[in-house]
């Protein structure tokens, strides 16, 4: 069903990331694995709407919701766009198959005196070489709002702390420069100071474990959620309540939204809209609270 030439595809000429092409797998066999099980369809030029609507009815019955149901279809869509594009179909059943209806969710976020209290160490010294390193990677998601694949693809020449700036390679392959102060500066000199007392050697990467290695994603998750709840209660607990930290609060502080979304890699100005409902909905509460004819 050519899914291995759309995989490639995908991955070398459009340049989505690997975990993008990883879910696209896994979408597209689930599909197949259906069509195949209830109606015997071997060909994509078999298959119709009526039968993609019952996919995703199974899929609501199972529990899944609208927004994961709206990543598979969108999956859909761009499998069937590669088929046309190479003569490989004669038609497109996925174009008059309406998306599910979300709801908007605002981005969690921290306030301003809970990163306080995480990033509060007490002046204490001879911290442990993962100590210093887990503190410098919330102090980079939250002063530069870089994605979790940014801070683990990070390289010692894409950190520049002469300069302020930080190189980071987001999604497609494209780069951005960040600026950062002289705070992270300095977390960030410290961090380089233990490790070349723990690691022998120049390694592969700017963030490593102790014995040198990259850094996985499911280790920052980790590293995050241990801190997020030591002093916040939230119903989310990864990296990107960080990225949405740093987004809310430059736009509390009257950041403009375009330079909000130069800073954050969106290719849209719409993706980065959404703090802004962020900030009045605190504006909101501030107020309730505040004013006694509330």
Request: charged residues 25%; proline residues 5%; aromatic residues 10%.
């Amino acid at each position: 069903m050519w899914v291995d030439e759309f995989l490639q595809y995908i991955r070398y000429e459009k340049n989505y990331s690997a975990h993008t092409v990883l879910a696209y797998r896994r979408d597209l066999i689930g599909f197949f694995d259906y069509l195949q099980y209830l109606f015997q369809i071997n060909h994509p030029d078999n298959v119709t709407t009526d039968m993609i609507r019952s996919w995703m009815i199974t899929l609501m019955e199972d529990g899944l919701t609208p927004r994961t149901i709206n990543r598979k279809l969108s999956c859909l869509k761009s499998y069937w766009r590669y088929l046309i594009r190479k003569d490989l179909v004669s038609a497109n059943p996925v174009k008059r198959v309406p998306s599910p209806k979300t709801n908007k969710v605002l981005p969690v976020f921290l306030k301003e005196e809970e990163m306080t209290d995480i990033l509060n160490l007490k002046g204490r010294k001879d911290l442990p070489f993962e100590t210093v390193r887990d503190r410098l990677i919330i102090e980079l998601f939250y002063q530069t709002g870089m994605r979790l694949s940014e801070l683990i693809g990070l390289k010692d020449e894409d950190v520049d702390t002469g300069t302020g700036l930080l190189k980071v390679t987001g999604k497609r392959d494209k780069q951005r420069l960040i600026p950062f102060g002289s705070s992270l500066g300095n977390v960030i000199s410290n961090y380089l100071c233990e490790r070349q007392v723990a690691i022998t050697g120049k390694p592969d990467r700017f963030l490593v474990r102790p014995d040198g290695s990259p850094l996985y994603p499911q280790l920052v998750y980790r590293i995050v959620r241990n801190k997020l709840t030591q002093v916040a209660t939230l119903s989310k607990n990864s990296p990107h309540v960080l990225r949405h930290t740093f987004a809310t609060t430059l736009l509390n502080e009257g950041a403009e939204l375009n330079a909000v979304k130069e800073l954050l890699g969106h290719s849209s100005l719409s993706a980065t809209e959404v703090y802004t409902h962020t900030t009045f909905e605190e504006l909101k509460k501030v107020y309730k609270q505040a004013h006694p004819r509330a």
